[in-house]
């Protein structure tokens, strides 16, 4: 089973809609937990950490649960520059504190 | 704003040459890592570099590769003899000392030939 899992997309959809992404990770002891961008052969990019109670900023929400094991990212409101791949990140309490990434959700979205 | 930056962006190399990637972490940052990124594929860790020697590294992290910090500000990878299969964007990152944050350099694009 793969560490970190999400839908590959893509997601194509209107301006102005909401969309959701998904993802869920397999290693209970992941201490925290991000959502990162990456545009075409580009770095990624830290969008936002997200934290047991949820989180907002701006248009973007993140939702983690615990006990399932699954974490979410809304976008409401997408733009056109809001295309780009979306990685599910997570690492645990160690000491390298390194970053394990999902094969990330591709969002394309249309004028 | 502070960034990590990276050079070369690209290099186009023979299979067994020697590769040097380097990367300049963000000054007061602690923790570096190295990342890889197979086209196509997603990002996979491959070294951490804590207090000058190797805190952990994956399964492809072989003898071929090392990391070093050799002086206050460089951080580099070398790959002694590149094979086909190394060919991938190589990111570096690093974190600060109590964040939770790292902050990745733009990539070196490496081809193997």
């Known amino acids: 089973r793969k560490e970190v899992e999400q839908d590959p997309g893509p997601f194509n959809v209107p301006e102005g809609a909401t969309v959701a992404f998904n993802c869920t990770y397999s290693?209970?002891?992941?201490?925290?937990f991000f959502w990162y961008r990456q545009d075409c052969r580009k770095e990624p990019k830290l969008l936002m950490s997200v934290y047991s109670s949820g989180n907002e900023d701006g248009r973007f929400t993140a939702q983690l649960n615990r006990a399932s094991q699954y974490i979410s990212l809304l976008i409401r409101d997408s733009k056109l520059s809001d295309s780009a791949t979306y990685l599910c990140v997570v690492n645990k309490r160690d000491s390298s504190y390194k970053l394990i990434f999902g094969s990330g959700t591709r969002l394309l979205v249309r004028p | 704003e502070p960034e990590v930056t990276q050079t070369p962006s690209h290099q186009v190399t023979q299979m067994g040459q020697e590769v040097i990637l380097r990367c300049v972490p963000i000054?007061?940052?602690?923790?570096f890592y190295w990342y890889r990124q197979i086209l196509g594929q997603k990002v996979e860790f491959l070294v951490s570099?804590?207090?000058?020697?190797?805190?952990?590294k994956s399964e492809i992290f072989d003898d071929q590769f090392s990391v070093e910090r050799p002086d206050g500000s460089n951080f580099t990878l070398k790959i002694r003899s590149t094979k086909l299969e190394d060919s991938a964007m190589y990111f570096c990152a690093s974190l600060g000392q109590g964040s939770k944050t790292q902050y990745f350099g733009p990539g070196t694009r490496l081809l193997v030939l």
């Open positions: 290693n209970s002891a992941s201490q925290s």
């Open positions: 000054s007061n940052h602690l923790y």
């Open positions: 570099f804590y207090n000058n020697e190797i805190s952990e």
